[in-house]
């Protein structure tokens, strides 16, 4: 995305059946095929973030849980994002020929993480 530091591009395969009805809402409301299926997505999450969090199952502690195992995984170093991006830095530090041997994926910063 042009001049955009802070996203991420995510490809969606849908039959054409399912395009032209997107393509069709979308137009009804004026609006491109991105910014209905951007609405969609979000209006979908919240509905569905509320009701995790009025379970009950959701709660502050077990973000602070997660958040702590994440920390004491990972340490300061982060995953990039971007699925694709990993396995482009994955294939640029293995070998060619190695098949399948496996490799730890790097980190956003470039540093290898141990499985």
Known sequence: MKGSDNK???T???APELRMRLKIAAARRGITMR???LGAIQ???DREEVGVFASGA?????IDNARSLRDSVFGDRRLADDSAELIRQVRTVSPP???NQRHAPP????A???N
């Not at 959701?58 to 077990?62: G, K, S, T």
């Open 107 to 110: 980190s956003s910063d470039g």
């Open 35 to 37: 910014q209905y299926c």
């Open 58 to 62: 959701f709660n502050r502690e077990a």
């Open 97 to 99: 020929g190695r098949g």
């Open 43 to 45: 209006h979908q999450l």
């Open 112 to 114: 290898s993480i141990a």
């Open 12 to 14: 969606l395969d849908m």
């Open 8 to 10: 991420s591009r995510f």
